[in-house]
């Protein structure tokens, strides 16, 4: 079972910047596609970011790109997804997902999620 635990939301102004994590559990976390999701206040989830298991392709969503990069540690069994510039419009609870397939995980449909960590942009 993979487990995955996602931290560093926070509060932070607009033009700001913070770094999320999402730690995996288990042996098998170079196995898997990686994407960050938010769902911000009375919005449906949408995709954010993915990497796939090596790390070496990278996909975003329009809203974010150039300003938000994901990266992977699979030493550390760790995703990231760093956010620079940020919007009030960024406000949401951000979500990480896993799914042996890259194409799963990009549409929503990945295999394991985590609880969330919300990020609050002040104006």
């Known amino acids: 079972q993979v487990q995955l635990v996602e931290s560093g939301g926070g509060l932070v102004q607009a033009g700001g910047s913070l770094r999320l994590s999402c730690a995996t559990s288990?042996?098998?976390?170079?196995?898997?596609?990686m994407a960050w999701f938010r769902q911000g206040p009375g919005k449906e989830r949408e995709f954010v970011a993915a990497?796939?298991?090596?790390?070496?392709?990278?996909y975003y969503a329009d809203s974010v790109k150039g300003r938000f990069t994901i990266s992977r540690d699979n030493a550390k069994n760790t995703v990231y997804l760093q956010m620079n510039s940020l919007k009030p419009e960024d406000t949401a609870v951000y979500y990480c997902?896993?799914?042996?397939?890259?194409?799963?995980?990009?549409?929503?449909?990945?295999?394991?999620w985590g609880q969330g960590t919300q990020v609050t942009v002040s104006s």
């Open positions: 288990g042996r098998t976390f170079r196995s898997y596609a």
């Open positions: 997902a896993a799914d042996r397939l890259l194409n799963r995980v990009v549409q929503g449909m990945g295999e394991h």
């Open positions: 990497v796939d298991w090596s790390g070496g392709s990278t």
